[in-house]
């Protein structure tokens, strides 16, 4: 099966500029989240999303970060403005209970690293 | 908030040697631990573990976990070139949301 895609994989901007992050679920997947990496650090939950509704958001910095998952499958993350602490890689996740496999496993996409000049 | 916390920060070893990574914990409820192998790229996945004192084992790699003393421990055994990555451990919550230790570089020269 296709894993989980993403776009863009680099992006370079100006700080106080958007930027919007692209992610797209393994097929039949209904959790979904968004994790934020800075070098040399653990990947941070964002946001996680079951379907098309927010499970947990509390580390969202809400100011400047909104997401969405509107039909329930792929999902966008937007930072507007940028600030320079926000480069990182950003990267995104989905889960599904399915037999056979462990329940708590979630398979991640290859990132967006975005770098805030 | 849940700390997970991992040590050593990174490791040097030459191949054949064994390694064994540490992860430790300050949580009050969780469903699982987990390990992921992390490379240039996005976290793979190596183990769960929900039960304490049962080993998990793949090929050269395995784990365990101790709830009582609140640890895991990653073994890697006759360690190789493309075991160099970064080892991610983390705790499953209620909600089934990953809580990430910093994570332990381990390097393996040839």
């Known amino acids: 099966e296709a894993g989980v895609a993403q776009s863009p994989r680099y992006k370079i901007i100006e700080k106080r500029q958007s930027v919007a992050f692209w992610c797209n679920p393994i097929?039949?997947?209904?959790?979904l989240y968004w994790y934020q990496q800075i070098l040399g650090q653990g990947p941070k939950l964002l946001i996680q999303?079951?379907?098309?509704?927010?499970?947990?958001d509390s580390q969202l910095p809400k100011d400047r970060f909104s997401a969405e998952r509107l039909k329930g499958v792929d999902s966008t993350l937007k930072i507007q403005p940028a600030k320079l602490e926000d480069s990182a890689v950003y990267l995104c996740?989905?889960?599904?209970?399915?037999?056979?496999?462990?329940?708590?496993?979630?398979?991640f996409g290859p990132g967006t690293r975005l770098t805030v000049l | 908030e849940d700390k997970v916390v991992q040590s050593p920060l990174s490791l040097v070893v030459h191949e054949g040697d064994t390694v064994t990574l540490n992860c430790s914990y300050e949580v009050t409820n969780f469903r699982s631990l987990l390990w992921y192998k992390q490379e240039k790229k996005a976290p793979t996945f190596l183990f769960m573990l929900?039960?304490?004192?049962i080993e998990k084992k793949s090929g050269r790699l395995s784990s365990i976990l101790d709830k009582k003393e609140l640890f895991s421990i990653l073994n890697i055994t006759a360690t190789q070139t493309g075991d160099s990555a970064v080892y991610l451990c983390?705790?499953?919550?209620?909600?089934?949301?990953?809580?990430f230790g910093s994570g332990t570089q381990l390097t393996v020269l040839p």
């Open positions: 097929s039949g997947h209904a959790t």
């Open positions: 929900t039960s304490s004192g």
């Open positions: 983390a705790l499953s919550g209620s909600a089934r949301q990953l809580t």
């Open positions: 996740a989905s889960s599904s209970y399915r037999r056979g496999t462990p329940p708590d496993t979630q398979y």
């Open positions: 999303f079951q379907n098309n509704g927010v499970v947990d």
